[in-house]
């Protein structure tokens, strides 16, 4: 049965500013009243507000997550093995590349099943919907036709916009308030395609132990959270990274550095982004082993993290050398251009 949430809304808020988080329950409710309109938009705004401040449990995120999902009719089951994602929470304010979008085509071009879920752009100043849109890239419009693109070529392009469409809304209310929330940490986990394995860069590392054990309740088989040193959401090639791992139920936290794998430390100007049309160009650049050695060696690390959830490799090493013969021999570009066509037609 599920809580009523006072019309008034002060009470809740009351115990939220004396410091005291929101039950499980207590979540679900408010989570409901987000999205049937219950609540109004200042009331929306100071509950994402509220929740910032609070200590969170992985229990009230996975309720939150069940909530919306049963809201918008995700159906959680399939009958393929070992699909993965790769997507970041965003909020680092660092403006990079699309690094974890292209990560994920390069995963596909080395064997992976990616179903790529996008929201808004948070951080980048555009979002993996709006650099796969700009390459004509289409979304697909149901699960099932995720399953034959996946099937077909490795790869489906999930929008938020279509599965969960009560949650526009909110996602406005976030992007309005311009500050990190609870919608940050939830969209990664919010995939309409069941995950088998899963890869999260976050925009802090405290957010890790968190994400990490959401991936396990989830029983996700292979999970990578991932966080930056230098602030990135994502595993940089500019410091090093605090990184935890999920394996069959055990649960493991390393710090790896670049030099860990032959590769130099690079600037992080070298990752910054501009807008959509340069960011798909060097998406592009990439996946003809033209870019940047910076974004060249960024989307190869990112993939080796995705090919290692998808358990095609053992270790990041073995994950980086898989990414770069995906791209040296043309894989990952003709994955992409077969589903250039596909989505043309």
Not at 29 to 55: K, N, Q
Not at 302 to 308: D, E, G, H, P, R
Request: hydrophobic share 40%; glycine share 6%; with cysteine.
């Amino acid at each position: 049965m599920i809580m009523i949430i006072d019309k008034n809304f002060s009470p809740i808020m009351e115990q939220v500013f004396a410091g005291r988080g929101f039950s499980i329950d207590e979540a679900e409710a408010l989570t409901h009243s987000m999205i049937d309109g219950t609540l109004s938009d200042v009331r929306i705004a100071a509950v994402l507000t509220g929740f910032r401040f609070l200590p969170i449990s992985e229990d009230v995120i996975i309720r939150i997550l069940n909530t919306i999902q049963e809201k918008n009719k995700i159906i959680k089951d399939h009958n393929l093995n070992h699909i993965v994602d790769c997507a970041g929470t965003g909020g680092d304010r660092l403006t990079t590349l699309n690094i974890l979008t292209t990560a994920s085509i390069v995963a596909a071009g080395a064997g992976a099943n990616v179903a790529k879920f996008t929201g808004v752009s948070v951080s980048n100043k555009s979002a993996s919907s709006d650099v796969f849109q700009m390459l004509n890239l289409s979304p697909v419009q149901s699960v099932e036709q995720a399953y034959e693109n996946i099937k077909d070529f490795k790869i489906a392009f999930l929008s938020s916009k279509t599965f969960y469409p009560t949650l526009k809304h909110l996602m406005d209310i976030r992007k309005t308030l311009g500050f990190k929330t609870i919608i940050d940490l939830l969209f990664p986990l919010a995939n309409p395609v069941p995950l088998t394995g899963q890869f999260i860069g976050v925009y802090h590392k405290d957010c890790l132990p968190l994400l990490i054990n959401c991936l396990k309740k989830l029983n996700k088989t292979r999970g990578m959270i991932a966080h930056g040193e230098d602030g990135l959401d994502e595993i940089s090639v500019c410091s090093a990274s605090y990184i935890s791992k999920l394996e069959n139920g055990k649960i493991t936290h390393e710090v790896i550095k670049p030099s860990d794998f032959g590769i130099q430390n690079h600037q992080i100007k070298d990752l910054l982004g501009k807008d959509i049309e340069y960011n798909s160009r060097v998406l592009i650049d990439v996946l003809k082993n033209q870019a940047h050695p910076a974004v060249m060696d960024a989307v190869a690390m990112n993939t080796a993290a995705t090919l290692w959830c998808a358990e095609l490799c053992q270790d990041l090493k073995d994950g980086l050398k898989l990414a770069r013969k995906a791209i040296q021999s043309g894989k990952a570009l003709h994955v992409f251009e077969k589903w250039k066509s596909i989505s043309q037609q």
